[in-house]
Nanobody, 124 residues
């Protein structure tokens, strides 16, 4: 199975950019749909973005579409989340997740491997 470790979180000014990385270990990484979720205190976990194994298809949550981009480098066992035009409401803990089955981009329970998260704080 896949183990996931996020990095790249931090403090950024509104309107700025930040890139998160998720490094995976496990033989099934290349065949796994990968996604990013976020959760802020007092709010439900929210789907941010997902990407197929080939990187050919990506899907974004409504709140980030047009501002964020997701990509993957299977040779490096890494998934990235490029966040642009950041807003204070983007402040959350961001989690990387992997699907062990399926080749479609899910938005919830399809993901069964999770990282520990990285904090992103956007100041106003």
């Amino acid at each position: 199975q896949v183990q996931l470790v996020e990095s790249g979180g931090g403090l950024v000014q509104a309107g700025g950019s930040l890139r998160l990385s998720c490094t995976a270990s496990g033989l099934a990484f290349r065949r796994s749909v990968m996604g990013w979720f976020r959760q802020a205190p007092g709010r439900e976990r929210e789907f941010v973005a997902g990407i197929t194994w080939s990187g050919g298809t990506a899907y974004f949550g409504d709140s980030v579409r047009g501002r964020f981009a997701i990509s993957r480098d299977n040779a490096k066992n890494t998934v990235y989340l490029q966040m642009n035009s950041l807003k204070p409401e983007d402040t959350a803990v961001y989690y990387c997740a992997a699907q062990s089955r399926g080749d479609y981009v899910g938005t919830g329970d399809e993901y069964d491997n999770w990282g520990q998260g990285t904090q992103v704080t956007v100041s106003s």
